[in-house]
């Protein structure tokens, strides 16, 4: 079956830096990878996805990057604020099945 | 448009007893997915229905069972309760029919196994 690595579990940044994490995936079949947003006691919140015929995809201060080659993609966040911290996660899923295989997360503070 | 709702929002049990939680998906969706996320880690998935029947499953006992009803809601069931059941238990919908893959969850039951 899938399995994520995410790195780093941990990152801390000042108001302002950019803010990087990055998540390999072992099954070269799922062509899906959705990021996840989730504040404490929250729901987990789709904040960016991206498919396999997409090298790259951007939303304001948020890009997410997939080299398949390598089966490793990133979350960029760029003019961190102190609002985006909470737990990131990333995931990938086989098309057609939808069911999602999750990285164990990154907590991101944002200092103001 | 109601997004995915779950029912209860907490619970507490007792090892050895059962409990069911209940899910009704974002409207338009026919897809429930079930995943349990314990402390400090991502969610793992537990069972996907659509159509009324298990479509996958994860790496989990048979202790975990569930069900799809005719209008797309969903529960599941857990039998003889460990106290490492104690987890938040998200419930996630999408659409099969659209060909993605996009889930939307609701915002989970937490169960406290004592």
């Known amino acids: 079956g899938e399995n994520v690595e995410q790195h780093p579990s941990t990152l801390s940044v000042q108001e302002g830096d950019s803010a990087v994490i990055k998540c390999t995936y072992s099954?070269?079949?799922?062509?899906?990878f959705p990021w996840y947003k989730q504040e404490l006691g929250k729901r987990p919140q789709l904040i960016i996805d991206?498919?396999?015929?997409?090298g790259e995809k951007k939303d304001q201060r948020i890009a997410v990057t997939l080299n398949k080659t390598a089966k490793h993609f990133s979350l960029h966040i760029t003019e961190t604020q102190p609002e985006d911290s909470a737990v990131y996660f990333c995931?990938?899923?086989?098309?057609?099945?939808?069911?999602?295989?999750f990285g164990k997360g990154t907590m991101l503070l944002v200092s103001p | 448009d109601a997004g995915v709702t779950q029912s209860p929002t907490h619970l507490i049990k007792t090892r050895g007893q059962q409990v069911t939680l209940r899910c009704s998906p974002k409207?338009?969706?026919?897809?429930v997915s079930w995943y349990q996320q314990a402390l400090g880690q991502g969610p793992q998935f537990i069972f996907q229905?659509?159509?009324?029947?298990?479509?996958q499953r994860g790496n989990f006992p048979d202790r975990f069972s569930g069900h799809q009803f005719p209008n797309y809601s969903s529960e599941l069931n857990v039998n003889a309760l460990l106290l490492g059941d104690s987890a938040l238990y998200l419930c996630?919908?999408?659409?099969?029919?659209?060909?993605?893959?996009?889930?939307?969850f609701g915002p989970g039951t937490r169960l406290t196994v004592l």
């Open positions: 996630a919908s999408s659409s099969t029919g659209r060909g993605n893959n996009e889930q939307f």
């Open positions: 099954d070269s079949a799922s062509n899906y």
């Open positions: 991206i498919r396999s015929n997409v």
């Open positions: 995931a990938a899923s086989e098309a057609g099945y939808s069911t999602l295989t």
């Open positions: 409207s338009g969706h026919d897809t």
């Open positions: 229905y659509y159509e009324e029947e298990e479509r």
